[in-house]
């Protein structure tokens, strides 16, 4: 994805919704603070003393706790830091692979689960340095409660699922800073030695764990503080370890855990035809290929580089790769496919076939960067040696120029910033002012006063992870030569920092986080203009240190639902982290140095580093030329700037409509996630948004209202089953079929007209509609 929406769950409006339970489940934990159920007098009069005054956390979350049982296990962390190795060493292999498949939290989840069970079923139980190795049933911390104050009555409080989980999650996703690892080496010709690499990942995933003491206070404690998100992961980790299934209605049929395996196997066997013996059945591009020399038809039904109005897929991995569509609601991916369809199959062919910004000399939808010859920019033309800016070499040579599809996105990055301030304010502005003057001097609630018996992280403990992290930095920036000054690294932490407890506020309230990725592009990209390297490191440390930091408080708010003491969640979140980054670095390091033509766009086997192509393409857009040169007034793409005021405009029309119109389906429009719900484009394309959309709309609008019980017990379960099936079985071809003898195992079969039709089109080979002569050129005259 591009870096500006690199974490498409961090910034914009909480699209990442991977463990949102049933509709009812995710309207029921939005804060409701005019419900009669939430009375602030009682709240303040103590009726509620024993239990939290919110409705939303009564019914997910347990008001007992028996400190005395055991978290910290050998069982917690032997399988915790398993997982914390495989889950981020396989999703950083995927990383780098187009479709990419992504093993999620949720997979964590259901999976520790069966393993701790077994675990304690056939593990002796030997005492090793004090412990022991089989402590008991996973886990015993149970719920003595009545179904009349809490509808998840009887089920279990599994302190070490919820350990294991965390340690699993805590770093799956690749580390943002790997990213720049491999821009620099691609783009750059930097390949500075691992001690760099592992500083910069470790400073930039930890370093806003530091201020954890801090947003604690403000953001952990005050039981206005709900996270809605980690509510849902309470009620996930309920139901998993009830003894009985107490879905909807009276679903019989076979367990969660053989459907698990069913599924499992049945997406692991189907994934051997489209990701190895018929790769058309992936890139079903079936009209381009009646008519594969016909350009505009393959710009507008093109998967490769068109608009993808060829509507289906057989392939999960391009399927889910924006995010599983069986876990997410309905309402939020109906506003995605109308921000998909309304900016890229109306706006973008409008401006692709007017040849607005000279669009119709490169493909319609691309990744990377183009000259005004139509060819790929070459950045080493317009750099110095030490890859800084070379102003006279880029007036000598060429503007850049983007695909219709990256500009979009731009704007629509754009748009969501400034729509996000003005949905947040509209819909959000009495909530978060009374909520955040009450958790500056709210009484405690019950799981406040529950996890007071447990010892506090010190404060000691968050600033020896600064003082570390910050070292570390500043090592990374001087003895290397970044041109990365040093008080900017302290102004991108200043800057980070600022804004956690703000930002961290509207999240715990609304759900809703709003990014600094864009905002920390524009500051040193007008700050420091072509240095590229410099660029990536200030929006690293700037957006990626807030991220960690609510990350950290999102899971230590959950630790604070299920009781897990504080210093273990700490130290697990840490090590996790730290080993994650580690893991991630290494295979890294191991596919640049054992897979041909690691990132080219022509990869045999996908490895053409998608991500990491729109990532050095922003890092000569915002680094090496400079917004100033794209985005000022007389630049080439100064009209993407007016989409800050369509995005602070849209979210007051939408207002004010429901107002007048309650009871229609206005009420459900949410224009930040419209404007950010289209973040992964590019690198994701077509493909890869309208068969998400139409499977969301049969399992999560059509299953969901005429199956409902099917639906809630087992769809978030076929969900983990398909990506966990995809995974396995793309990691099987590779190293069984692809990796070994130099790729040559599978010649005869990689021949054949179902691997090869989709690639001999228009649309594979990104033909442009537009041919510069030989010795001509396109675009402005001059250019500075």
């Known amino acids: 994805m591009s870096d500006y929406e690199a974490d498409k769950q961090s910034a914009g409006a909480s699209v990442d919704v991977e463990k949102l339970h049933v509709q009812e489940e995710l309207e029921k934990i939005q804060p409701k603070f005019d419900d009669p159920n939430m009375d602030e007098k009682q709240a303040v009069e103590g009726l509620y003393e024993d239990d939290s005054p919110y409705l939303e956390v009564r019914s997910a979350v347990a008001n007992t706790d028996d400190p005395d049982i055991p978290v910290a296990t050998v069982r917690s962390w032997v399988i915790g830091l398993v997982w914390a190795i495989l889950i981020p060493g396989v999703n950083q292999f ?183 013996l018929f790769g058309a059945l992936s890139y079903f591009s079936w009209v381009c290929w009646i008519a594969p020399d016909n350009v505009p038809l393959n710009a507008m039904f093109g998967y490769v580089s068109g608009m993808g109005m060829s509507l289906i897929t057989f392939d999960w991995a391009q399927i889910a790769y924006i995010g599983s569509p069986l876990a997410t609601p309905w309402w939020a991916q109906a506003n995605v496919a109308f921000g998909f369809v309304l900016f890229f199959w109306v706006v973008t062919p409008a401006i692709y076939f007017t040849n607005t910004w000279n669009s119709q000399y490169f493909p319609i939808s691309a990744r990377g960067s183009y000259d005004n010859t139509g060819a790929t920019y070459n950045v080493a033309t317009i750099l110095n040696p030490d890859a800084t800016f070379n102003q006279e070499q880029y007036e000598n040579y060429s503007p850049l120029f983007i695909s219709t599809t990256f500009a979009i996105s731009y704007g629509l990055s754009f748009a969501s910033i400034t729509a996000m301030v003005t949905h947040t304010l509209l819909y959000f502005r009495k909530q978060i002012w009374t909520q955040s003057r009450r958790a500056m001097s709210e009484q405690p609630d019950v799981h406040a006063r529950l996890m007071s018996v447990y010892p506090q992280v010190p404060e000691w403990w968050y600033g020896c992870v600064f003082a570390a992290m910050f070292v570390f930095g500043c090592v990374a920036i001087e003895v290397w030569d970044t041109k990365f000054p040093i008080q900017y690294f302290i102004l991108a932490l200043v800057i980070s920092f600022v804004y956690t407890i703000p930002v961290g506020m509207i999240q715990a309230i609304t759900n809703q986080q709003i990014g600094l990725n864009v905002i920390t592009e524009l500051i040193i990209g007008y700050a420091l203009p072509g240095r590229p390297v410099a660029m990536m490191l200030f929006k690293t440390w700037g957006y990626i240190t807030m991220y960690q930091a609510l990350q950290f408080t999102a899971d230590f708010k959950l630790g604070h639902y299920m009781k897990i003491p504080p210093r273990q969640m700490f130290l697990s979140q840490v090590v996790a982290t730290m080993i994650a980054g580690t893991v991630q670095l290494a295979v890294q390091a191991w596919m640049f140095t054992n897979i041909p033509d690691m990132c080219s766009p022509d990869q045999p086997d996908g490895f053409i580093c998608a991500s990491t192509q729109v990532f050095g393409t922003a890092s000569i857009i915002w680094g090496v030329i400079g917004p100033a040169r794209q985005f000022s007034a007389g630049q080439i793409y100064y009209g993407l700037v007016f989409f800050f005021v369509v995005g602070f405009v849209t979210p007051v029309g939408s207002y004010f409509a429901a107002k007048r119109w309650p009871k229609s389906f206005l009420k459900y429009v949410n224009w930040p996630v419209i404007f950010n719900g289209t973040g992964y484009i590019p690198p994701a394309s077509a493909v890869n948004y309208v068969p998400w959309a139409i499977v969301g709309f049969v399992f999560n609008y059509l299953v969901r209202r005429r199956h409902l019980s099917w639906w809630t017990k087992y769809n978030y379960v076929l969900s983990a089953a398909l990506d966990s099936g995809v995974a396995v079985m793309a990691i099987l071809i590779f190293f069984c079929l692809q990796y070994p003898r130099n790729g040559t195992i599978g010649e005869g079969v990689q021949g054949w007209w179902g691997n090869t039709v989709y690639a001999n089109t228009a649309d594979a080979k990104r033909t442009p509609l537009k041919v510069v002569a030989d010795g001509e050129f396109f675009g402005p005259r001059e250019w500075h």
């Open 94 to 276: 995927f990383f780098f692979r187009y479709p990419s498949v992504t093993i999620t939290g949720i997979v964590a989840q259901l999976l520790a689960f069966p393993v701790g069970r077994a675990w304690a079923a056939a593990m002796p139980n030997i005492r090793i340095f004090g412990h022991d190795l089989n402590p008991g049933p996973f886990t015993i911390k149970v719920r003595l409660v009545t179904p009349e104050i809490h509808p998840v009555s009887g089920s279990l409080i599994h302190a070490e699922h919820v350990l294991i989980t965390i340690m699993a999650t805590v770093g799956a996703s690749s580390a943002y800073a790997t990213d720049i690892i491999a821009v620099q080496r691609v783009y750059y010709n930097q390949q500075y030695n691992f001690g760099y690499q592992w500083m910069v990942v470790m400073s930039t995933q930890l370093i806003g764990f530091s201020i954890g003491g801090i947003a604690r206070r403000f953001l952990v404690n005050p039981p206005s503080m709900i996270w809605p998100q980690q509510l849902v992961n309470c009620t996930l980790f309920n139901t998993l370890h009830q003894q009985t299934y107490a879905g909807v209605g009276q679903r019989a049929g076979m367990s969660r855990e053989r459907f698990f395996l069913y599924a499992f196997l049945g997406s692991a066997a189907w994934y051997m035809l489209p990701g190895y």
